[in-house]
Structure formats: C-alpha cells, structure tokens
C-alpha cells in the first residue's frame, strides 16, 4: 500500500487564489467548488498561503456591519500553507492527517509549485480502494 501516491488519488489544479484577487471574487469562486479552501500562488505558481471558508466568513461578516468588502486575499490568507509532496504514499498522509487538522492538501512537486489538491475523502477512497483488492 506504500506504492499509492498522493499523486494518483489528488484532484486538478481546479481551485487557487492570487494574492491580489478581492475577497468578494475570492468568496465566489468557493461558492462554486466543492472545497473549503484552497492555496494562494504566487506568478510562478508557488503556493505562498492558504485561504479557507472560514477565513472568508471572517471578513464578510466584519464587512456586514460596514456594508463594504474591501481587502484583498493576502490580507486574510493563512501563511504559510500545509502542503503535500505528489510522491507521498497515500498511508503517510493518512497518518498525518490524523494527527493534523488540516482536511485538504495543496499537492506540491519538488519546487513547491502547486499541481493539485487532496482531501481526507480522496485518501480514504485510496486505502479503501486498496483493501478492496486485498
């Protein structure tokens, strides 16, 4: 089971953020994915943070009672990202997950550019899998 990497279990690039994108852009884009967060990315694709539906519901509650949403992603991002190598056994990430409280996982390749995500559901679908064919 140590040859299941994180790679074959992780979904797309489907979620990121820029730093400088608004949080009412940001907001929108979590609305339509099925993801509580994603990373932030630098130009070169790096992951330099993370933002979570928790993080957002933060800000637009505060802006609630303003009536304005002015702040941009890098104000309220959480640095620096847990991130995850694509070649990690899927058993070792479930083992850090369990001692962690993160829930999904910016995927990383060996420059710390982000290529996927991967979340405790996709892990688990991965070792089930595996017993599966045991």
């Known amino acids: 089971m140590d040859n299941l990497q994180v790679s074959h279990f992780m979904a797309g690039k489907s979620l990121f953020f820029k730093k400088d994108m608004p949080v009412a852009n940001?907001?929108?884009?979590?609305?339509?994915h099925k993801f509580l967060g994603g990373p932030v990315v630098d130009?070169?694709?790096?992951?330099?943070?993370?933002?979570?539906?928790?993080?957002?519901?933060?800000?637009?509650l505060n802006a609630s009672y303003?009536?304005?949403?002015?702040?941009?992603?890098?104000?309220?991002?959480?640095?620096?990202?847990?991130?995850i190598k694509a070649d990690c056994?899927?058993?070792d990430?479930?083992?850090l997950m369990l001692k962690t409280k993160p829930k999904i996982y910016p995927v990383v390749d060996d420059d710390n550019v982000f290529i996927g995500l991967i979340t405790r559901k996709e892990v688990l679908k991965g070792i089930s899998k595996q017993l599966e064919s045991c």
């Open 26 to 32: 940001a907001v929108n884009k979590l609305l339509t």
């Open 43 to 60: 130009d070169s694709g790096k992951v330099i943070g993370w933002l979570s539906e928790q993080d957002c519901l933060s800000r637009v």
């Open 66 to 83: 303003h009536c304005e949403l002015i702040a941009l992603v890098e104000d309220i991002m959480s640095t620096p990202a847990v991130t």
């Open 89 to 91: 056994s899927i058993v």
């Open 93 to 95: 990430l479930a083992q």
